[in-house]
């Protein structure tokens, strides 16, 4: 693949001009290259065109950041939302699945943690549909009949004592399947706590939503029975029954049902 087919295909998937399209190509491999090992960017230099290789080459060693910090830098370079960064680079990694061979997508895959997983699988040509954030808290507002602050603040309530609650592998799991502005209230639920999910009743998970919420516990039922709800229409029906099945019993008056 030529460069100018490569700014095409980022181009026509993002509906930017050849120009924005560019900044986005070199916002995304400049920050990829930070997060690969050093021999992994050798490799990506030796199968893409000349004009991006620039992008590509390091002399530094690489950092070891998450796919949400990967995106803050990239949003940062590209001065967008995180939202907007993450489709783009989907965008700049899928013509990245075109510009390599298979053994290099994979190498690239194996040199980079599961929660880049959404981004890698635009490469490997693999469709990985993640329900974008103002949906989700579209759907929870309406749930709730709260305003737009309101639902965020609920869902994050709700998220982060849901990931103290659960296995912590279960916790990155679902992160791979849950748009990066929900992603920190998950991961701060289990960076707070002891190695081992938080064993709670229901009564203590409702408490702990409330009081992280600042509002009453027939409040927090409300509103932790309305993310539950749109949880289970953003994640794959695996994925819902591997997180709801490590909860206690008395947990399914909040838990919707087929």
């Known amino acids: 693949m030529d460069y100018e087919e490569f700014l095409e295909i980022v181009s026509r998937q993002t509906g930017l001009d050849a ?17 690969l090992s050093k021999g992994e960017s050798r490799d990506l230099l030796g199968q ?20 949400d910090e990967f995106l803050r830098r990239v949003a940062e370079r590209e001065q967008v ?38 981004l890698v699988a635009e490469a490997q040509r693999r469709h990985v549909e993640v329900m974008r954030s103002s949906e989700f808290l579209s759907r929870v507002a309406r749930r709730t009949g709260l305003d737009a602050e309101g639902a965020e603040r609920a869902t994050a ?4 004592t849901l990931a103290e609650r659960i296995a912590a592998g279960e916790v990155r799991d679902l992160i791979r399947e849950l748009p990066v502005r929900l992603h920190p209230p998950l991961r701060r639920g289990i960076a707070g706590r002891p190695g081992t999910a938080t064993r709670m009743g229901l ?8 009081e992280r ?37 008395e947990y399914w008056a909040l838990i919707p049902h087929p």
Not at 56 to 62: I, L, N, P
């Open 19 to 35: 120009e924005a399209a560019e900044r986005t190509i070199q916002a995304t491999l400049e920050t990829l290259a930070r997060r």
């Open 48 to 67: 893409l065109p000349a004009e991006l290789k620039p992008y590509v080459y390091t002399d530094k060693g690489s950092e070891a950041f998450d796919v």
């Open 203 to 210: 009564e203590e998970f409702l408490r702990r939503v409330a």
């Open 81 to 118: 939302d995180v939202e907007e960064a993450e489709r783009r680079a989907r965008a700049v990694f899928w013509a990245l699945g075109g510009a390599l061979d298979a053994k290099e997508v994979a190498d690239l895959a194996a040199d980079l943690p599961e929660d880049f997983d959404p």
């Open 157 to 160: 309530a709700v998220l982060e």
């Open 213 to 249: 919420e600042g509002v009453s516990l027939e409040e927090a039922r409300e509103h932790a029975a309305a993310v539950l709800a749109t949880l289970r229409e953003a994640v794959t029906v695996g994925e819902f029954f591997d997180v709801t099945v490590q909860l206690p019993d």
